[in-house]
Structures are given as structure tokens and as C-alpha cells.
């Protein structure tokens, strides 16, 4: 394959296009709260210090029967003022963390996404303010399926 000047020149501006983004805007990866394989254990590592309080202000959308655990649409928001990070718990998975967002100033706080689910069990979502209080709610969401392996 014959590449042109122009062509090397495009892979070698797209390749160190990396370089441009600056390492405050990578993600900050919580591995040992994804490893954890308890609930309260990955709550605990999140957020040391906090005790979760329920809030009608966080919101969880998710259906009440999964047909397939491998692929659950949920969607966590909240009308909390000054939210600082969002985290998806499933309390019966091997891993309960299933996704943890960390925002920046004026970001609405809200996500949908697909999770996976091992079998039938609370999906909690749990939302951290800058002021560091956390808040959640819950719902029973039963698998018909399983999606961790199942």
C-alpha cells in the first residue's frame, strides 16, 4: 500500500491528537471500588467518609422486569444542586459497581446506559454533592435471564 504524503501526514496529526488532551480530562479510574465484590465494601472505597441518605431528588429509571440481564437500560439523574459524581450499584452482582461518573461544573447529571445483571436484584443509584453528602435511591429489578454468565 502506497501512502502519500498527505495521508502520513493525516495518521501522524490523528495519532498525536492524544497528546493535545490535557490528563485533567482523562477519566479517573476507581479499580479497586470495580474489584470490590461487596456492595457496602464499593460504597465504602467510593465514598469513606459519607452516609447515604435517600432522596426523592435522585432518579432511577429502570424497567421492573429484565428479559435479559446482559442488556438493562437504566437511567440515573437527579435534582440535587452542585452534583460532583453519579455511581450505579447492582447488590447481587459479583461486582456491584456497574458504572461511576465523575462531572464537571454545570453538567447536567443525568445518564442512560445498559448494564448487566446476574440475576434478580436492587439497582442503586447514588449521588455524591460537593459538599460530600451522598444520596440514593433504589429499585427491585427482576431478571428473567441472567446476564453475568448466566
Known amino acids: 500500500m502506497k501512502v502519500s504524503r498527505r495521508g ?13 488532551v490535557p490528563v485533567s480530562a482523562l477519566a479517573k479510574w476507581a479499580e479497586k471500588a470495580f474489584n470490590a465484590t461487596k456492595l ?6 467510593l465514598w469513606p467518609n459519607a452516609k447515604l441518605e435517600k432522596s426523592d431528588k435522585v432518579r432511577l429509571k429502570a424497567p421492573e422486569i429484565a428479559e435479559n440481564g ?3 437500560p437504566v437511567t440515573i439523574a437527579s435534582d440535587l444542586p452542585n452534583v460532583k459524581s453519579m455511581a450505579i450499584f447492582v447488590e447481587k452482582n459479583p461486582s456491584p459497581l456497574t458504572s461511576k461518573f465523575d462531572l464537571v461544573k ?14 434478580t436484584s436492587k439497582v442503586i443509584a447514588a449521588v455524591e454533592t460537593t459538599d460530600g453528602k ?7 429489578v427482576k431478571v428473567t435471564i441472567g446476564g453475568c454468565g448466566g
Open 40 to 45: 457496602d465494601e464499593a460504597i465504602k472505597i
Open 70 to 72: 446482559a442488556v438493562v
Open 106 to 119: 454545570d453538567t447536567k447529571p443525568e445518564f442512560s446506559l445498559r448494564i448487566r445483571m446476574g440475576e
Open 134 to 140: 451522598v444520596y440514593y435511591t433504589e429499585k427491585e
Open 8 to 20: 502520513a501526514l493525516k495518521r501522524l496529526l490523528a495519532g498525536s491528537a492524544i497528546f493535545l
